[in-house]
T-cell receptor, first 115, second 114 residues
Framework: AQSVTQLDSHVSVSEGTPVLLRCNYSSSYSPSLFWYVQHPNKGLQLLLKYTSAATLVKGINGFEAEFKKSETSFHLTKPSAHMSDAAEYFCVVSEGTDSWGKFQFGAGTQVVVTP | EAQVTQNPRYLITVTGKKLTVTCSQNMNHEYMSWYRQDPGLGLRQIYYSMNVEVTDKGDVPEGYKVSRKEKRNFPLILESPSPNQTSLYFC?????????????FGPGTRLLVL
């Protein structure tokens, strides 16, 4: 069975400071992991994905995430927050290869960016 | 343009009145899925389909039906809607070939059941 926990429901950062969104997962098999972003009243956009290649994954808009198997974590970071980063972020886990169908979403982290 | 479309985008209905939310993709993807999004719960998977005539339950299938008669369409059916099915619904699709893990999401359907 798979599950995902986003450790912070809300994160507030100042513009220009680093962003850290924490995600822990559990999986019986080698997982695929994803981060999605949802801006207010918008659909979901993929930021980045890990699928058993490099453990440090770079995504769009300056985001990156590191897969740490020993810590069962997949934290999302960005060195310098921008006002446009204000949104809700979801960590997602899927077990096994991409032929498996089940995806588990975290509860989401709401990011607020202050000037 | 590659996209997933859903209709309707907004729907208000009454308890017990059957409804269907359509989902269509133009990317020739094998996999399609339905999710519901509720505050504080993230997205929860309702049903998914690995290909035509192949469907499986997700985490919250109760009260929903799906069918996959054609590759491009994956309608979500609520035979007898109840107020606890008031939610924001997303359809998604992805390919199954190598590197096809990325799901593409539709714009969402906001449903209110009175």
């Amino acid at each position: 069975a798979q599950s995902v926990t986003q450790l912070d429901s809300h994160v507030s950062v100042s513009e220009g400071t680093p962003v850290l969104l924490r995600c822990n997962y559990s999986s019986s098999y080698s997982p695929s992991l994803f981060w999605y972003v949802q801006h207010p009243n918008k659909g979901l956009q993929l930021l980045l994905k890990y699928t058993s290649a490099a453990t440090l994954v770079k995504g769009i808009n300056g985001f990156e995430a590191e897969f740490k198997k020993s810590e069962t974590s997949f934290h999302l970071t960005k060195p310098s927050a921008h006002m446009s980063d204000a949104a809700e972020y979801f960590c997602v886990v899927s077990e096994g290869t991409d032929s498996w169908g089940k995806f588990q979403f975290g509860a989401g982290t709401q990011v607020v960016v202050t000037p | 343009e590659a996209q997933v479309t859903q209709n309707p985008r907004y729907l208000i209905t009454v308890t017990g009145k059957k409804l269907t939310v359509t989902c269509s993709q133009n990317m020739n993807h094998e996999y399609m899925s339905w999710y519901r999004q509720d505050p504080g719960l993230g997205l929860r998977q309702i049903y998914y389909s690995m290909n035509v005539e192949v469907t499986d339950k997700g985490d919250v299938p109760e009260g929903y039906k799906v069918s996959r008669k054609e590759k491009r369409n994956f309608p979500l059916i609520l035979e007898s809607p109840s107020p606890n099915q008031t939610s924001l619904y997303f359809c998604a699709s992805k390919g199954l070939a190598g590197g096809g893990e990325t799901q593409y999401f539709g714009p969402g359907t906001r449903l209110l059941v009175l």
